[in-house]
């Protein structure tokens, strides 16, 4: 799994926001704001949500991933 690119810390606190409000399925709702924002064209937030939603899946799992410090 790659590790998501996140350019500010409003992307971890919208994940986290995410994922207070809706629980196990905060990254279905990632995704469905990525895809809106594909569809009205905006690549910039299209790439923003899909990589929160990354983040979020990342969150959810029980490991280690990468280097621990």
């Known amino acids: 799994m790659t590790m998501p690119y996140l350019s ?3 992307s971890f606190h ?5 994922i207070a409000e809706f629980g196990e399925h905060a990254s279905f709702e990632a995704a469905a704001r990525a895809d ?9 937030n299209f ?10 899946v ?6 280690w991933i990468g280097t621990v410090h």
Not at 14 to 18: E, G, N, S, V
């Open 14 to 18: 919208d994940a986290t926001a995410l």
């Open 8 to 10: 500010d810390r409003d």
């Open 36 to 44: 809106r924002y594909r569809d009205l064209g905006n690549h910039l």
């Open 58 to 63: 990342l969150m959810s799992i029980d490991e």
């Open 47 to 56: 790439c923003r949500w899909r990589q929160i939603e990354r983040l979020i």
